[in-house]
Every structure is written in C-alpha cells, then in structure tokens.
C-alpha cells in the first residue's frame, strides 16, 4: 500500500527540519542532502517541493556555487510562481552571476507582477540593484579606449629651445636622469611631453606585467650589541634597519618607509620628492591627479 500524501507530507517536513538544523550550525552541504531527500519525498508537482529548493538555493548561495542556487530557485518558481523567496533567491543568484539586468527583473516580479509592494528586504536590494546599474551605465558612457598604444612618441617633434631631459628608446631611467629632471622642474619647467609619452608607455607595460598583489618578506630582527640608540647602523647591514630595545636587548629591524597619500595640491609632489631622497631613493613610481592633470615621477 502506497504513503498517501499527508504521511509524505509528514515525513518530507521531518526530513526538511533535519536540513534546518545542518544549515543552523553551518553544516550546509549535510544540509542540502536533506533538502533534497525532502523534496524526492513529494510529487512533483507538490507546492513543498518549491519551499525545499528555495532552502537549497540558500545553502548554494552561500557555498558560493550561484549556478546551482539560480538552478534551484527557477525551478521552484516552475513549482509555485507565487514564491516570494523563489524570485528573491533567483535574483541574489543572477547578481552573483554579473546578470545584474536579469536579477533587478527578477525583484521586479516580485513588485510588479505579485504586486508585493511592502516587502522591506526586496526594496531595499532592488534599490542597491539599480543604483548599481546606474553606476555601471555611467561607468560605461566615459569609457574610452587607452591611449598609451595608439601614439607613437617619435612622431612628435622637439623644440630646438628645449633644454630638458631626453629619453631615448633603450635608455633606462637612472638615478642621475630623475635628479636631471626634478633640477629641471624645481626650475619651473616642464619635460617634454613625447618623454612623457614614453615613459607613460614604459609605465602601463610594467603595470600590466605585474601582479595585482605582490608580497614582501621581511628579515627577521638581529642582535647586536654594537648598535646603539642615536648611533649610526654599522655598514655591513645591508639595507636600512631601525633600533630597537626590548627587555633589555637591543635588536636591529629591518625598517620600511611607507609613503602614501600623495594627493592634493602640487606642493605634495615636491614632498615625496623629499621622502624619496630622505629614504636612500628606493624604486618607487608616484602618480598624482590633480585638477585633471597628471603628474608623475618614476624613481
């Protein structure tokens, strides 16, 4: 003899309460197990089932698996096209998966066309979705292709008046190059701008080649004895190092210079040229924007 449904009613909530339990304690993949023990406890085409698979998208979501959670939250929607939580799920799912048109539609249903028009939580998302849209299509409308590819520097002519620095083709940017070139600014002068092409080309080619993140190992602290406070770190160390005591002990560390923030008027540019010939002159590259010009200095 055959369950009728009220005992597989029963027991698919049984099942579903066990995967609420999993999901409380963060245990979401025993938790989808259940979900979806209870879902193939009912018919097909039971209302159940759409509550159950709205559970499940939760729990993909928040495995980061949006696919799937998108998977669940259509088919709910199949089961029971008035399921608030089927097309909030759904949305949240499209989001995740950059279909920012598609999720703001989907809130859309819930407003529009179950005329839902109260529910704080899909307002409130709908109204980041559509500011974010916004700030998407504006994003979209300044675009513009980069420049840095599309001029050749050499096709730009010289004045025989300029008296700045040049950089040729294959020639590296010294030390004594940039101590040309702040002498020459500090002068009030300007570098050419086909250097400034060049060596913005030479910038976007090192940027692109680089990773997003770099890491820095930093040397563990020394002892030495030798080192006192107020007195210069013995040569042999070989790069700039701090003094320190602790519990009587003096350490020497490794000491990094971190100069940030160079924004502002152009008075700041002059500053980190500063910094940069107090720290020893490390590489570094220093852009600023202001006032929709840029100014640079490769050092």
């Known amino acids: ?32 197990e259940q979900y979806k023990l209870a879902i193939e406890t009912l018919p097909p085409t039971h209302l159940r089932r759409a509550v159950y698979l709205c559970n499940k998208s939760m729990c993909s979501l928040k495995l980061e698996e949006p696919g799937q959670a998108l998977l669940d939250a259509e088919e709910a929607i199949k089961i029971d096209p008035k399921n608030i939580k089927a097309y909030y799920r759904k949305a949240i799912a499209q989001y995740a998966l950059n279909k920012l048109k598609d999720a703001i539609n989907s809130l859309k249903e819930i407003t529009m066309t179950l005329k839902v028009k109260n529910n704080k939580d899909v307002n409130a998302k709908l109204k980041l979705l559509k500011k974010i849209q916004k700030e998407r299509n504006f994003l979209k409308a300044i675009e513009y292709e980069d420049e840095t590819d599309q001029l050749d520097p050499n096709s730009l002519s010289i004045p025989e008046t300029y008296k700045g620095p040049k950089l040729q083709d294959e020639e590296s940017i010294s030390y004594d190059w940039i101590m040309d070139l702040i002498h020459h600014l500090k002068g009030q002068k300007k570098l050419h ?27 563990d602290g020394i002892v ?29 560390l490794p000491k990094i210079t971190v100069c940030g923030d160079i924004h502002g008027k152009f008075m700041f540019f002059w500053e980190f040229v500063k910094f940069w010939r107090l720290g020893g002159g490390g590489g570094c590259i220093c852009l600023q924007l202001i006032e929709d010009y840029l100014y640079f200095c490769l050092v």
Request: glycine share 4%; hydrophobic share 35%.
């Open 224 to 252: 030495r004895d030798d080192v006192k406070e107020g007195v210069p770190v013995p040569k042999d160390l070989d790069y700039s190092y701090q003094y320190k005591k602790f519990d009587d002990v003096r350490y020497v």
């Open 193 to 219: 701008k086909k250097f400034v092409w060049k060596m913005l080309q030479r910038m976007v080619k090192l940027l692109d080649s680089e990773p997003n993140l770099n890491f820095l190992e930093v040397k």
């Open 1 to 32: 003899m055959e369950p009728n449904i009220t005992e597989l009613e029963r027991k698919a909530e049984e099942i579903k309460n066990e995967g609420n339990k999993f999901y409380k304690g963060n245990y979401l993949k025993h938790a989808i």
